[in-house]
Each structure stands twice: as C-alpha cells, then as structure tokens.
C-alpha cells in the first residue's frame, strides 16, 4: 500500500487542510477502482465501512489479488469535518460558501467533447485513453482559487480515470439504497445485492448541480450518445453514491457487512482478482429517482412519525403528524402514492417547510432538478 497526501489550498494564514488517499496494487496493470467516505462529512458509517476495507485490501494485496489499482480515501472532507459548533457536526455545506460540498463538480462532458473529437478513433479503448487523458487535462488547465475547489479538484483527479467509483455516504434515518445513472444499472446491481440495498434509484442525470458520482458516470453515456454516428465511446466509469442506512448505523458489524460486500463486488467487476461470491436476490428492482415524493411539514410542531424507513406504504397512508403543542392543531402527513419509505428526518422538531421523509415509487412524478439542497 503507498500513502499519498495532498495538500489543498489554504483559506487563512498559518492553516493548511490535506486529503490522504491509501493505494493499493498499480494503476497500470489493470482495472481501477476509486472509493470514498463522508464526502458529507457528519456522515460518519462510510469511515468505519473504509477503515474495514483498508484491512481487507491489504490483505488482498499481500495475497497478489490486486492486479490494477484500488485508491481508498476514508476521510475525503477535511474541511467539513472541522466544521463542529457546540459539539454539533455541520458537514453537508461548507460555512464559507454555502455550496453542498456534493454538488458543482465539473461538466466533462461539456470540457471535452470538442477537445476529443478530432482525436477518436475506430477503437473504443483507444477512445477510453483518449477521453481520460482529457478529463485530467482539464483538471489541470482550471483555476482553483478556493479551498473548496481545491479539495473538489484533488477528488477528481483521484478518481476521473477509475473503471468503478463507490462514493460511501449515509442519510438522517435510512434503510440501505443507492443511486446510479440509468445506464450504469446493469453494472450496479450486484453490488445492490451483495449490499441487501433496499431501494435503488435511477436518474438519466438528476439536475443542473452535478454530483459527485454524476461527474464521473455521466460523462460516459453523454459522450456515447452524442458520437453515436462517429466513433465508440464505452462507459468508461460506472459510479454510485451509496447510501449506508442512517447516521447512528454505525457499528463493526455492519461496517464489516458492508466492507465484505465491497470486495465481493470488486471481484465481480474484475477489479480484484479471486473468486467472487454468488450473488444473493435482490431485494428491490431499480425504480426512477423521478418517482420519489419528498413529504414537508406544513407547519412547526413535533414530528410523530407513524411509518417507519423500510415500510411499504400505500396511497394515502398516514405517514408522521405534526403536532402544534400551543393548539390542538394536529396535521397528518400522508403518502400520495404506494412505494417505500426509504428515509426520513432525525429531527423531532419540524420548522415550516422541512422535509420530512421520502417514498420511492415505481411512476415518474417530478421533473427537473431531481436532487435535494
């Protein structure tokens, strides 16, 4: 294993932030695959999942299994990480900008597609270099003049030219889901089975503020379409943001459930060598991220959740009641349609407007910007 840091652009005088990211195998010599913890950084399940996988990676390392190059960053958000007021983790939104530290990551392929195009050839491996070599050309060619840009740009040249990205976060209180890109499911879905993921949810891109995992996986079909008559693109990258249950899941026996899932999936996709583990049936079947209803609480007052996460619920269902303690106002928040409830808030205090919880539903029923602040 080598240990790489990399130190990101310092906001203030007589203070440096860094990222640390573990490699095991070489990059050259095969398949890469890039996996990362709490980018939102009071998402803490990912950290101890990647404390369990660093074990079980330099096993397999020693064990001659690694023949291309797994890149493991357990702490990828320094900057949230620091962000603690009154003992309290505020990691979802850097406190200087505002910005969701996953969300803005660049558009490659709007970067490079005028870029490759004299360059394609017949040959889709060939065309596979080509549109890496680029997406780390325009890394480099922009202007980093924050450090929340720098630290966005240190994980996307980790991660830009890897076969397979796994980004490790979790919700308030959730069951195990995932998202992926709609053309990336056939590639995904082992590792939804191997992680007993309850919910997994597909977009063909979620909104104009790209995500982290979307920077990586979208670029691919995009660039597929859009020289469909020219030259093969191959999808280059699939990647996922896994969503680990909730933020108190955190426990050695589920980070080494999750971490032994990992690797399972890893010898799947061909990235670790070794015998890969049969397949368990999956637990859900892939329905539309267009098809989930956020429910808001309508006015102050105590959460009573009457759904739990996990629960499949029907149209019209009572899900929680907000109560109003100065009047006996009660409102009932209700399913508008069937699905599960697959996450919901850890507050019991609602402000006017909170979201409240979520139902995945098999029906498309938003449109636009699919994804939440």
């Known amino acids: 294993m080598r240990q790489l840091h990399h130190p990101l652009l ?18 050259a010599n095969g398949r890469k695959a890039y996996i990362q913890s709490s980018l939102h950084a009071d998402e803490l399940p990912g950290m101890l999942t990647a404390h369990k996988l660093r074990g079980l990676l330099e096993a397999a390392e020693a064990c001659g299994e690694v023949p291309g190059e797994v890149v493991l960053v357990p702490v990828c958000n320094p900057i949230g990480l620091d962000q603690s007021l009154m003992h309290h983790q505020l990691g979802r939104f850097e406190l200087l900008t505002m910005e969701n530290f996953n969300r803005n990551y660049p558009d490659f392929f709007n970067l490079v597609k005028d870029r490759i195009a004299p360059q394609l050839t017949p040959d889709a491996e060939t065309n596979k270099g080509i549109v890496r070599a680029a997406m780390h050309a325009v890394l480099q060619e922009q202007a980093v003049t924050t450090e929340l840009e720098s630290m966005r740009r240190v994980l996307m ?42 919910t997994l949810l597909w977009a063909r891109g979620s909104g104009p503020s790209i995500s982290f995992d979307e920077a990586l996986s979208g670029p691919w079909w995009r660039l597929r ?25 955190v426990s050695d026996a589920l980070a080494t ?8 999936y890893l010898r799947h996709a061909g990235v670790l060598a070794g015998p890969a583990p049969a397949l368990p049936e999956a637990l859900c079947a892939p329905t539309p991220l267009a098809g989930t209803e956020s429910l808001h609480a309508p006015h102050p007052g105590v959460v009573d959740f009457v759904a739990n996460v996990g629960e499949r619920v029907a149209a ?22 069937d699905g599960i409830v697959y996450a919901r808030h850890n507050l019991r205090w609602a402000t006017t407007g909170m979201e409240v919880c979520r139902v995945a539903g098999d029906t498309p029923i938003r449109f636009g910007n699919l994804l939440s602040p």
């Open 10 to 27: 310092s906001p203030s005088l007589g203070t440096q932030r860094q990222i640390t990211s573990l490699h095991f195998g070489q990059a």
């Open 157 to 198: 040249t980790l991660s830009c030219d890897a076969d397979v990205v796994l980004d490790l976060h979790c919700d308030f209180e959730a069951i195990l889901h995932m998202y992926v890109e709609e053309p990336m499911l056939p590639l995904m879905e082992p590792l939804a089975r191997l992680l007993g993921a309850q």
């Open 225 to 249: 379409d859009h020289f469909a008559d020219q030259a093969p693109i191959p999808l280059g990258c699939a990647s996922t943001t896994v969503e680990l249950r909730s933020q108190t899941d």
């Open 257 to 264: 459930q999750d971490a032994q899932g990992i690797i399972g």
């Open 316 to 337: 019209n269902q009572l899900l929680a009641r907000i109560v109003d303690p100065l009047t006996p106002r009660e409102t009932e928040i209700r399913s508008s349609i």
